[in-house]
């Protein structure tokens, strides 16, 4: 045979191990040449590109980004769904992050544990993947409802969903996210139910929380919930917020926004949210950069999990 360099050596060598599965010994056999040569024939043909290959993970995460992302803001875990058309893959984007999520919170539950929901698109997904019973476990509310948000994709229906799935019991949050009044926020406090539902989320061993923009998705109607008056609303403006956790805003630093947005919402804080032992963001789309940025900034989460598309401008801080 000519050189072992040249591409129809190695073609010839790289069909004999791969497609027809010889042993390199086998192969060296065959064409009357050393098993060292062999091997050396099998890396050129990988170097030059002849041979190729490929390794399709049936979870269908992006390992690579996930240890960047651990790596590079200290997260305790990434779990990155693929793009969804991956090796043909038709599994939505949302899907497959309710998937990572769900595995992730069942791989996470132990005895008598409690788990703390917000709320959201990507949260849903998750309780939808969860099949398997865990009925030790109590799930509960991180904050309160906000009527024009889907039902399915509410705060208290997911968590009665996810309690349901599971098997547990559950406890809900039933009173507005959002009061018009600081007065109003501050009586429903003071309501028994209210207290201890509050009670139950801050004593969370584990949450899963969406993370919303300023600007999109459930943010209008939260800002709308609120009644601001016009000064309120430019005051809220000017403190730039990035997005939301549980109807709570903070800025590019992770720090929680002050006013009538913070004093007129029924959930936990962020500072209840930091004490969790272990918070969980789930999101995706690129669109949420700078939101997933400013809570990494701001240690509001422990644990990503994310889309290719959301984890790719994370890493490189745009949009």
């Known amino acids: 045979m000519g050189t072992s360099r040249e591409p129809e050596a190695l073609l010839q060598v790289a069909r004999l191990y791969y497609l027809e599965n010889l042993s390199q010994q086998q192969v060296a056999a065959r064409l009357g040449i050393s098993r060292s040569n062999v091997s050396r024939m099998l890396s050129d043909a990988l170097a030059q ?8 993970d049936p979870a269908r995460r992006e390992r690579t980004l996930e240890r960047e992302l651990e790596q590079t803001f200290g997260l305790r875990e990434a779990r990155v769904a693929e793009h969804p058309g991956a090796f043909g893959s038709t599994t939505r984007t ?3 992050l309710g998937v990572l999520a769900s595995q992730l919170l069942l791989s996470s539950i132990s005895e008598q544990m409690t ?7 990507a949260l849903y997904a998750m ?3 969860t099949t398997e019973q865990a009925p030790s476990v109590q799930v509960v509310s991180l904050v309160g409802g906000l009527t024009s948000t889907p039902g399915e994709a509410n705060g208290p229906e997911l968590v009665r969903e996810l309690a349901s799935r599971l098997g547990a019991s559950f406890r809900s949050l039933l009173a507005p996210a959002a009061l018009t009044t600081t007065e109003g926020a501050r009586a429903l406090l003071r309501e028994q139910p209210v207290a201890e539902a509050l009670a139950a989320a801050r004593a969370s061993d584990i949450a899963f929380v969406g993370i919303g923009t300023a600007t999109d998705g459930s943010s209008p ?3 709308a919930s609120l009644g601001l008056t016009k000064r309120q609303t430019a005051e809220f403006w000017r403190q730039r917020p990035v997005g939301h956790i549980a109807a709570r805003y903070f800025g590019s630093d992770g720090r929680p926004l002050t006013g009538a947005v913070h004093d007129r919402v029924l959930a936990v804080t962020l500072k209840d949210l930091a004490a969790i032992p ?9 669109a949420k950069v700078p939101a997933v940025l400013g809570a990494l900034a701001g240690g509001l989460i422990d644990v990503l999990v994310c889309d290719e598309s959301l984890a790719r401008g994370v890493l490189t801080g745009t949009s």
């Open 278 to 286: 272990t918070v969980v963001g789930v999101a995706s789309g690129r």
């Open 115 to 121: 788990i703390g929901l917000s709320w959201g698109p």
């Open 94 to 96: 949302t899907d497959q």
């Open 221 to 223: 109607d939260i800002l």
């Open 49 to 56: 590109g002849i041979v190729e290959i490929r390794i399709n």
């Open 127 to 129: 309780v939808r993947a």
